[in-house]
């Protein structure tokens, strides 16, 4: 795996057990020697999952042989977005082991943004999440961060998390992009106004949860084979949705009953010690809390109940003789283990899915089957103690009232009279049968009678959970496409868990036989609501042994509604803008019109009151006037001759001149503002992520190149944009042209920036910055060019032609002899021209602005 200039590959070691750092040694130094990489090329050792704890114990003993310990997320160039959305608060450092603590004492609040080192697999209700270590996608923070509209989001660039670091404590505001990644953080301390913040909160304020009050059955257990989604108010959303898999793809499937609601209220309905019902006890503890609560008191409090369902209540017999009844004529086998899964009326629809937010717990039959209460448990020895299945579901029971579920109910307003938990049961799935366990996202897509289907597969090795990650295993990520015949497998992240190189499953068969379940599974989820034309599936599946391909779970995603846009909100975000030597614009526009223009803007709503004034609060402008540069300071107000106007509504028109009589330059900068948002699209915008035009109208003519020949314009319009920085996956270019005689040449090196990834359509590659130029033939020296001002590069479309134009009287270390010869040559500005049919054009410019060929 090659680093970003291709001089490094990694040497993993694959073994179970974990081995000596000595033979560890020895085995790195037979493999690079055995690699024809070139002398410049660096070996690391990357290690397996068995092998990390030993790499990271003898990382210095290993440095000190030579061995550097390196890891693949050292090759990471892409950002990552797990969710999308945006948010504006403080961001709170707190390490992940710590993040539950701070959530209670306070050093965590709900309108922060949790910048964390890494993601545990629950996470309180925030604003945002950024995490400095890759996290894994589809976990069930993942999931529940979508449907909360949280960003949750990893930096790959070392600097930039570097960064973060430096903004704890500070407000800022973060954003996900629309389509791609695109992140962005802005430190915004001190730009809102109080009337600004309460805009903002409002905003991010949680409508209350739509969803079905539970209702009786009028039994305490059902099958699952027919059960639909509208019978979540019976057995929760995810006992019914499980009824769409047996439906589907019954050998994919484990059989199923549900405990239903009716069990789980005349369960709460029983006395327990102290005269109350457990019912009414809970009510006594929680009821009079209301949002924000105090997060110390209720963490007490809640552990309370969970004790109380789980210690002080007990099943009465007609309930465990109904339970029993039930799970044996379901025909479970009683020595092996059953699975009880939470099943609530406030989650896995398409509304909400409240993922990770309630627990899922294992029973052994044989354990209340038995006349004894002693271990060991009839389903694995291993365990001392007996682990029946009515400890199971009063654990399950117990974690309707974990922290973050009971917070969100009460965040969005739920009443708690009209939920509560009802219960999947089937088979346990042993975690040694465990071969692959992982969660997929299918997008759905109807248009003209074809169905298209598309998303990702996130697959880990074994039982290590890819829902509930408890280390920083990465996992596997596998994109999919599929229309009609055509099905593309894509894998853009590897598993830390396997070799380098390998795969979870077998490739390819495994994937494309879980995309066709899933896909069947869509195809009935349409019929059943036939005027969704798309939407979103969430899929858990294991493969087991010796070779069984499981789908463990579906559940709707929601798609967020959509709301009417609102006015954006400007922030401050100071950018020094440049002329963009990109495709667009005439050459000699692009080298006249060559400055720089810092800006910063007012902090406001851009509303019809916003545009009435510029938004531009201060900024320095540094411009060429023949030879001479100048600088305008003190924002563009002061600026000479300074107007403002707004045309079409939406652009916002700023207007200033410099000079007199023939040297008189006007100016003008058209802004096209982003004047309002809807989800979810972020409602805060800054000056970057506006368009910028600059016009300068002269009143002597000015030599052109024009598009078809030679000519004299009075108007220059080039387009501004952020001033790049090279960096170390900048591209450098080098080119070397003569002329058609060989009497002049030209050598110019200069960079490209980093190409964009994933899909184009096309793209032309700008000059970020020259590093320089050297003109041959033109006087007896050559003629060096370093300055940037005196270099200009114009592509054509795709870079297929470029046009470069060259100033050497812009360049102060130029010398006067050779600035003299050029004016008697009658060279002002020298064009070279690289086209289609391969052979160089020069050209020149003399002071006249007249133009003739260099042959």
Partial sequence: ??????????????????????????????????????????????????????????????????????????????????????????????????????????????????????????????????????????????????????????????????????????????????????????????????????????????????????????????????????????????????????????????????????????????????????????????????????????????????????????????????????????????????????????????????????????????????????????????????????????????????ENAFLERLRRSVRESEVGMAVLVHHSFPDTDELANGVATLNYEKSFGTVVVNGEFVTQLGAESVSNPDSTARPEVIRFYQSDNFTDLTRTQSSSLVPLGGYVMPWEANYRTFLSLFRQVAMRYAQMFPAKTTFTLDFEYKRTRPSSLIVKQVRPLPIPKPTAAVATILLNEPVTWAVAEGEFGEPMAKHRAKSTLRLESDVRRLGAAGLATSFLRAGDFQFLAGTERVVLTNGSAGWPNATFTVENGTTAVDRWTWGSGAERRAFTLRTSVIRDAAPPRAPWVTQRDFSHQLNVAYVTSQPTLGWETPGFTKLDEVFLVPRQVINERSLLQARSAKNASGSLQCVTSFYWPEPPTGPSAGYTAPNIGFVESTLHGLTPNPIVLQDPLAQTYSPGHHNFTETFVFEPRLDSSVPAGQLAALEDAGIRQLIVILGFDGNPRFAAFNAAGQYRELK
């Avoid at 291709?6 to 993993?12: D, H, V």
């Avoid at 969803?211 to 108010?233: F, I, M, Q, W």
């Avoid at 589907?248 to 405990?259: D, G, V």
């Avoid at 809640?302 to 003789?321: G, K, M, N, Q, W």
Wanted: glycine content about 8%; proline content about 6%; hydrophobic content about 40%.
């Fill in 1 to 402: 795996a090659p680093d970003t200039a291709g001089n490094e590959y990694g040497i993993q070691i694959v073994g179970q057990d974990a081995f000596p750092r000595e033979d560890v040694a020895r085995w790195f130094e037979l493999v690079r020697a055995a690699v024809d990489a070139g002398p410049a090329a660096k070996a690391l050792y990357v290690p397996t999952f068995e092998q990390f704890e030993m790499a990271d114990r003898e990382r210095d003993w290993l440095a000190e042989r030579g061995i550097e310990v390196g890891a693949a997320d050292r090759w990471l160039t892409q950002d990552a977005r797990y969710s999308e959305g945006w948010a504006i608060g403080r961001l709170s450092f707190i390490p992940g082991g710590q993040i539950g603590a701070a959530y209670a004492d306070g050093r965590l609040l709900p309108t922060d943004i949790l910048l964390t080192d890494v993601v545990p697999a629950e996470v309180p209700y925030v604003q945002g999440i950024i995490t400095l270590s890759p996290a894994t996608p589809n976990s069930h923070v993942a999931i529940l961060a979508r449907g909360f509209g949280v960003p949750f989001v990893w930096f790959a660039d070392p600097a930039a998390r570097s960064n973060l670091v430096t903004l704890n404590g500070r407000e800022v505001a973060l954003r996900t992009g629309e389509y791609g990644v695109d992140l962005r953080v802005l430190d915004i301390t001190g730009q809102l106004t109080p009337e600004l913040r309460a805009a903002v909160q409002a905003l991010k304020r949680p409508s209350p949860l739509k969803y079905t009050p539970k209702e009786s059955l009028g039994r305490y257990s059902t099958n699952v084979h027919n059960l639909a989604p509208a019978d979540a108010r019976f057995v929760g959303g995810k006992a019914a949705n499980y009824g769409l898999l047996l439906r589907t793809i019954p050998a994919n499937a484990e059989p199923a009953i549900a405990l239903t609601f009716d069990l789980w209220d005349d369960f709460l309905d029983q006395e327990i010690p102290g005269g109350s019902t457990l019912r009414e006890t809970i009510q006594e503890r929680l009821g009079d809390y209301s949002d924000p609560p105090n997060i110390a008191a209720l963490r007490v409090d809640l552990a309370a109940v969970r004790d109380l369902i789980t210690r002080a209540a007990t099943f009465s017999a007609p309930l465990r003789e109904a339970v029993l009844a039930a799970l044996t004529d379901a025909g479970f086998d009683d020595t092996e283990k059953i699975r009880f899964r939470s099943s609530t009326n406030v989650e896995d629809s398409d509304e909400f899915t409240g993922a990770g937010l309630y627990d899922s717990y294992s029973g052994c039959l044989a354990d209340d089957l038995d006349s004894d209460t002693a271990g060991p448990s009839h389903c694995d020895p291993a365990e001392n103690n007996e682990r029946g299945v009515f400890r199971a579901i009063q654990r399950v029971y117990a974690s309707f009232y974990n």
